[in-house]
């Protein structure tokens, strides 16, 4: 359920991007994974992967349960200060209501004057020890999440406003 829910966005998602740029490059990889070059940018959809059962380790476990993730991300030439990219999550999870799996999009940032030490802001994290501390916003220097769990399950997601 959650690849094909992932191959539908990614399909939705790569039409929308190449139909506004067409002479963006598209490789592809195992479905649903692909990467669009346009100039010196490039965006990889990575392939999805199973979370481990428990993978929250010592820090808490939040509320909710991850079944599968996968990421996006941008990568860009380096500018004057040294950032390159930013990468944003994709977590198959029941987020926001208890039992009720879908893709949901955040991304996660390094608050106050950390952030100045990072070439990639936001960023993905895989669900693991650093993600439940940031869930839980348990500790203030430590990587945050930078906005809310976004639901990502439907193809209208994507599309342009």
Known sequence: ??????????????????????????????EPCWTIALNRAELRLAPPMAAAPDPWGDRGKPAFEVIAFSELNLHLSEDRYDYESRSHSLWYCDAQEAGRYQWFETAFMIPGIRLAMT???????????????????????????????????TSANWTRS
């Open 119 to 153: 070439r990639q802001e936001p960023f993905a994290l895989k669900p693991g020890r650093d993600a439940a501390v940031a869930v839980a916003d348990a500790w203030p220097d430590r990587a945050q999440i930078a906005w809310p769990f976004t639901p990502r399950s």
């Open 1 to 30: 359920m959650a690849v094909q829910a992932l191959k539908r966005m990614a399909t939705t998602l790569k039409a929308v991007i190449t139909e506004s740029a067409p002479s963006a490059s598209v490789s592809t990889g195992i």
